[in-house]
């Protein structure tokens, strides 16, 4: 017997075989039901059935009247739409005064139905099961069972027309982006057409914001929040999952050191740029070392153990370094985060999910970093391939639950020196959330072509071998003089000066810009290099004298047994808020009389506007631009802007050290 679900009906009808109905209630819900009435006479009848309309209260042109044995009434070519379960509810009329019992066949399969009394021929009744039905056409017949059956005056079948509420296929995707910035959430739904849309932000409907994309010109903070839309068809509706915006633009300065994790390939020009990397490591948390391969070296150089020997003499000018700035990790945490990831050559061009190595020490390394209760974002810099950050992506999206995916992915910046292997490609196409900056200018600038690319002479002069021996090569302790190179040739450097305390924070958003170069989002989370004053490489050579300078003086630390050895970065400071609310027209005073030197230097002030980083079109002339206090601009008319004012403060001490703060100004 075939399995029919009997949905609660009213008083008595009952399906035998175990499956159970009682008659006169609802049919049981069918989604999206498209109901037929199939009347008696439109059926065939035999073995002496009639239709009769001797008994008021029918509909249609008659009911089925059945003789005591033998008869029948068959529907064919009965409306199944898509297929599956479909509504029965039968009307009839039992007067006798006694059940009867009858059989119900579906395409062939049948089961015992009975129909309970009625008061009278002329009191009519309807019940209701559920029974399968083929898509397209089906035969429902009743038959007498040796005895009379109930009179039927007709039959409803509502059968499954395929249609469907609205299902989200493809959630809107959330969005970090500086000001000035064009966006594009986009939904994909299925579901009975027409499918319509309204788009919301915290709940609140944007006006106009109807299709299956909404778009957002010269974003600004007042445009940051959750948006949402609603996709409603004539069967329901369906709220998509909330994708933020995120506006950044310059923070208050973070006590809190930025947390960071690097991978490296092993080439020459990494080796040095990991002296530079060690020699900082005050001013950020290392959370892993990873040791990978890339294009150029295709099986990495994790054998080598060169890593291991530079934290040898990293150990050896330690307490030097802590003499001058607190923060510097111990040599026991550098070697406990040093892993190994993909260093496997037939990768490189391989999908995570086809890798040959896939769970490597390095892969979990940042999985585990990536889920930690730390609450800090997870800066990864990729001076070789990125394919074990890859992995580590690809093994959180398919084997994790999607709230620490997303919490993973939402915690991420990433910033590639070159796409170095298939990895930083995957994770662009395959990982929309994650923050991804694929860096090129850096090559003209200090990489290999240091010296004979695009950079201005007087840049130059801080790349050449007299520099770089004079500097830290040569009597500048056991650190220093490991490094492989003739020249300043650190191709991999930029990926981790934006995390430096240098006071620009742009560790809190690569697009502010700074000792990293200035990025800007060009295809959702993807970074590529911005442009200053016209130039694509000057947002990069523009800090390479004071980043040098700086490097020059932690350089002196490593040798410099007392505090007053040694020259240290003054500390800029302005005074107010770093984030201000201004009018069109209002004259705005700048104050950097908070700033010290923590050496009693002398130091000189320089306010200017970073107008490629900020959103104005307009280049406010800055008064007085050299003095402490007392400098001033005027705000133009540009209502919902921001201007990026930066201070710069120099000292004049041996070397010459620069620290900044970045002040923005909305203007509302």
Not at 131 to 147: H, K, M
Not at 249 to 266: C, E, L, N, Y
Not at 282 to 310: F, L, P
Not at 423 to 443: F, T
Request: aromatic fraction near 8%.
């Amino acid at each position: 017997m075939t399995a029919w679900a009997a949905t609660a009906l009213a008083a008595a009808l009952v399906v035998t075989g175990g499956h159970a109905a009682t008659a006169a209630g609802r049919q049981g819900a069918v989604a999206n039901a498209v109901s037929t009435t199939y009347e008696a006479e439109a059926g065939t009848v035999g073995g002496g059935t009639t239709i009769d309309s001797n008994n008021a209260g029918y509909t249609g042109g008659g009911f089925a009247n059945f003789p005591t044995g033998g008869g029948s009434l068959q529907f064919g070519s009965v409306a199944g739409g898509s297929g599956g379960s479909a509504g029965l509810t039968i009307r009839f009329a039992n007067g006798s005064g006694k059940t009867r019992t009858g059989r119900l066949v579906v395409n062939g399969a049948g089961q015992d139905i009975t129909f309970p009394t009625t008061s009278n021929w002329t009191t009519w009744q309807s019940t209701s099961l559920t029974v399968p039905l083929n898509s397209g056409g089906n035969t429902i017949r009743f038959e007498t069972n040796g005895q009379d059956l109930a009179n039927i005056d007709h039959i409803v079948v509502a059968a499954n027309d395929g249609a469907s509420a609205p299902v989200i296929t493809a959630q809107p995707v959330g969005q970090t982006v500086a000001p000035g910035a064009t966006i594009t959430f986009t939904v994909a739904a299925t579901g009975a057409s027409p499918l319509s849309y309204r788009w919301r932000r915290n709940g609140v409907d944007i006006a106009g914001a109807t299709a299956s994309s909404y778009t957002l010109t010269n974003v600004q903070s007042a445009h940051a929040g959750d948006y949402t839309v609603v996709v409603t068809n004539s069967l329901g509706s369906v709220t998509s999952d909330p994708a933020s915006l995120t506006v950044n633009d310059a923070p208050p300065p973070s006590t809190t050191r930025p947390r960071m994790i690097a991978m490296t390939d092993g080439e020459v020009d990494d080796r040095s740029s990991m002296v530079r990397f060690l020699t900082y490591a005050s001013d950020y948390d290392v959370a892993g070392i990873i040791q990978t391969n890339s294009r150029y070296q295709k099986s990495g150089h994790s054998g080598d153990r060169w890593i291991e020997a530079q934290l040898d003499r990293y150990q050896q000018v330690l307490p030097n370094l802590r003499l001058h700035k607190a923060g510097y990790p111990d040599t026991a945490t550098l070697r406990g985060v040093v892993r190994i990831g993909n260093e496997n050559s037939g990768d490189l061009t391989r999908a995570p999910a086809d890798m040959a190595t896939r769970d490597t020490p390095g892969s979990q390394l940042i999985i585990d970093r990536l889920l930690d209760n730390d609450p800090r974002p997870v800066h990864v810099s990729a001076w070789g391939g990125a394919n074990t950050l890859a992995y580590a992506l690809y093994k959180l999206k398919t084997q994790y639950p999607a709230a620490q995916y997303d919490r993973a992915v939402s915690r991420l910046w990433i910033y590639c020196i070159w796409y170095q292997d298939g990895g930083g490609q995957w994770i662009e196409d395959n990982i929309p959330g994650a923050r991804i900056y694929e860096a090129y200018k850096w090559d003209n600038v200090w990489d290999y072509q240091s010296l004979t690319g695009p950079s201005p002479d007087y840049v130059k002069a801080y790349m050449t071998q007299g520099w770089l021996d004079t500097n830290v090569k040569r009597n500048h302790g056991p650190l220093g003089a490991v490094v492989p190179q003739t020249y300043v040739s650190e191709g991999d450097t930029p990926s981790f000066l934006p995390m430096i305390d240098n006071g620009l924070t742009q560790y809190a958003d690569y697009t502010l810009g700074g000792w990293g170069g200035r990025p800007v989002f060009d295809t959702g989370n993807h970074m590529t290099d911005g442009v200053d004053d016209g130039n694509a490489n000057k947002p990069f050579w523009r800090w390479i004298p004071a980043a040098e300078n700086d490097y020059a003086a932690r350089m002196d630390w490593q040798v410099a047994t007392r505090f007053g050895d040694a020259n240290h970065q003054p500390v800029a400071r302005v005074a107010g808020g770093l984030t201000r609310t201004v009018s069109p027209g209002q004259t705005v005073t700048l104050d950097a009389s908070p700033t010290t030197d923590p050496d009693g230097n002398a130091l000189t002030y320089k306010w200017w506007q970073y107008a490629d980083a900020d959103s104005v079109s307009a280049r406010p002339t800055i008064s007085n631009d050299t003095a402490r206090t007392g400098a001033t601009f005027v705000v133009p008319n540009e209502p919902g802007k921001r201007i990026h004012v930066i201070l710069e403060v120099v000292d004049n001490g041996s070397p010459s050290l620069t620290h900044y703060q970045r002040v923005v100004f909305t203007i509302a």
